[in-house]
């Protein structure tokens, strides 16, 4: 029983520290999941769920971040890809 309350302790201790490090870096899922090298599924999870019950404010903070970069995706991907071929047609 010991080793289930380490390993419960260890899960809420990243997801407090996803949540500042999307805070402080206005960082979005994907860019959250590489730094901890876990999931964008983990990433949501510990965000939306796990936070809500250890720190509820901490949550709103890192939610509000994540719900600005989704509405925000559609931007930054049509650039991605206009960038994309500008270089592409660049190198002909």
């Not at 390993?7 to 590489?34: D, K, W």
């Not at 990433?43 to 970069?69: F, G, M, W, Y």
Request: glycine share 4%; proline share 1%.
């Amino acid at each position: 029983m010991r080793e289930y309350n380490l390993h419960r302790a260890q899960i809420e201790e990243r997801a407090v520290m996803v949540a500042n490090y999307i805070i402080e870096h206005n960082a979005t899922v994907r860019q959250a999941a590489g730094q901890f090298g876990v999931s964008k599924s983990t990433v949501h999870k510990d965000v939306t769920e796990r936070l809500l019950k250890i720190n509820p404010s901490l949550a709103a903070q890192a939610r509000k971040i994540l719900d600005i970069n989704k509405s925000e995706r559609h931007i930054r991907g049509g650039m991605a890809t206009k960038d994309k071929y500008l270089r592409e047609r660049h190198f002909e």
